[in-house]
């Protein structure tokens, strides 16, 4: 486990699920307001019942409950969510680089509009190497390849 301002950051169990699910989705209206409501609650439910159970996730946990996540399918980043009531306190940042203790390099997708999250990555020292139109559900929304390498 590793501590950071009060927190720490552990591997994920099954019963942090609907929290994180949860965490998910108001991230998400912050960090997505392009997609309405019924398409995050549609997004969520995936979040909830494949992506957290499938991928390899590390959660931050303050005071005894989960904060957010950072989900792994080997060097991607699949997501990396924070409770807005947490936002600027180090919790992505620490997620980041505890993935990045584990595996060396890491990539992810960003949607382009998603203004707040490329310029963190960009922060951390993620660059860019390729964007695209769509995103992967087939909407018109400009993602961006970001890598990291240690």
């Not at 950051?9 to 912050?30: G, P, T």
């Not at 159970?53 to 997501?79: C, K, R, T, Y």
């Not at 949607?111 to 310029?119: R, W």
Request: charged share 25%; proline share 3%.
């Amino acid at each position: 486990m590793t501590h950071i301002h009060g927190a720490a950051i552990r591997a994920y169990c099954a019963a942090d699920r609907d929290r994180l699910a949860q965490v998910w989705l108001e991230a998400s209206r912050i960090g997505h307001p392009f997609m309405s409501e019924a398409e995050l609650l549609d997004q969520q439910a995936r979040v909830r019942d494949i992506y957290l159970p499938q991928a390899e996730n590390w959660v931050v946990e303050l005071d005894g409950e989960p904060a957010g996540f950072i989900g792994l399918i080997d060097d991607f980043i699949g997501g990396l969510f924070v409770d807005p009531a947490a936002h600027g306190q180090g919790f992505g940042k620490a997620l980041v680089l505890h993935a990045l203790a584990l595996k060396g390099v890491l990539e992810l997708d960003v949607y382009a509009e998603n203004e707040l999250a490329v310029g963190f990555y960009r922060r951390l020292g993620f660059i860019e190497t390729l964007r695209r139109d769509e995103d992967d559900e087939g909407r018109r929304q400009e993602v961006i390849r970001m890598r990291y390498q240690a």
